[in-house]
């Protein structure tokens, strides 16, 4: 048995305004999260990262196996309306988030659809909590999307798919699926995924270095975090 609850999803209204995005609770069937929980990879690092270099256990791999299945596309095509035969898929997860995560952004043109699903306890912090908004802007929020286990945002990309959080620091486990235009696309990123992880390993103190560099752009930023 999937451990999607396809039928959730298919109930589950969408929402069409400022852009087209779904929330769907309790998508992971219970008597599979706990296993998956336990299962879900750590990538031991913070940002995003393939999942051709993490190493979840069985459960983790047969949620993958689901979410790359026909009957999940199926399912999203059916609620927004998309073609997504012959599009490829890209996958990455999280484990840590940085204070310096969660910059307000639309998402590049190549992306199609972005989903979202969070692995995480009750969230009780403020920070962390990714916000649809209907402007650059985290006090314009038309939703808000605790990253509790089980949680999933699925939204189509577009020029004003606003979205972003206020800063946390600690653990945040989600995964993240998108379909994309082509193939070409998700070359490049395992491409800059490996350069971006070699740079880190023959020089450790640049990552520290980066996350100063987007600290400072982040309070330079015209946006309100």
């Known amino acids: 048995m999937s451990m999607l609850d396809l039928q959730t999803l298919k109930d589950t209204p969408l929402t069409r305004e400022p852009f087209e995005f779904v929330i769907v609770k309790n998508f992971i069937r219970e008597q599979a999260l706990a296993d998956l929980m336990a299962d879900f990879p750590d990538p031991g690092k913070p940002g995003s990262v393939p999942l051709l270099q993490v190493h979840g256990g069985a459960a983790f791999r047969q949620f993958v196996q689901d979410l790359e299945g026909p009957d999940f596309r199926a399912a999203v095509e059916k609620k927004f309306g998309i ?115 070699l740079l880190k390993t023959l020089n450790p103190f640049r990552q520290r270095a980066g996350e100063k560099d987007a600290a400072y752009r982040l309070s330079a930023a015209p946006v309100v975090r």
């Open 83 to 197: 073609d997504l035969s012959g599009r490829p898929t890209m996958m990455t997860v999280r484990g840590q988030c940085r204070e310096t995560d969660g910059k307000i952004h639309t998402d590049s043109k190549t992306k199609l659809v972005t989903v979202l699903i969070y692995m995480n306890p009750p969230w009780d912090s403020e920070g962390g909590r990714l916000r649809l908004l209907g402007s650059p802007h985290l006090e314009d929020a038309v939703a808000e999307v605790p990253p509790e286990a089980g949680t999933m945002l699925i939204f189509r990309r577009s020029d004003n798919s606003w979205h972003g959080h206020y800063p946390f620091q600690g653990r945040r486990r989600a995964l993240q699926m998108n379909w994309v235009t082509d193939q070409s696309v998700v070359d490049r990123e395992l491409k800059r995924h490996s350069f971006s992880s």
